[in-house]
């Protein structure tokens, strides 16, 4: 298996809370008001790219094409575009009827979309 993303993602969620929770002085009180609004307004240039919120506190990050690829030697991931901006909808690849879901979204046989052909 390649590498993840997930200590990444993880780095850069913890270094946003650490930033906005300095930006209030730690305050925490009255359901964590200041500390939701500075998180709103944080902002990261993280090693994997500019990161930011949007209104639904989801995160708007670079995200990586990869292509894996089989080898004599075994399985090669190698990304093959960085996009810049992502954001839930993946640039209206999904939109508000698609399911919310945590696990993989059910393959299809499709054209990749514009932005994974770059």
Request: aromatic share 6%; proline share 7%; charged share 25%.
């Amino acid at each position: 298996m390649g590498p993840s993303a997930f200590p990444i993602t993880h780095t850069n969620a913890m270094e946003a809370v650490l930033e906005a929770l300095e930006a209030v002085g730690g305050d925490v009180a009255h359901g964590q008001a200041k500390l939701r609004a500075a998180l709103a307004r944080t902002e990261l240039d993280a090693p994997n790219g500019h990161v930011r919120l949007d209104a639904n506190r989801n995160a708007v990050a670079p995200n990586y094409v990869t292509r894996v690829t089989k080898t004599p030697s075994g399985l090669t991931m190698r990304t093959h575009a960085m996009l810049e901006d992502v954001e839930q909808t993946f640039s209206g690849y999904f939109d508000s009827s698609s399911p919310l879901r945590r696990d993989a979204i059910e393959c299809r046989k499709a054209d990749p979309p514009a932005w994974a052909r770059r």
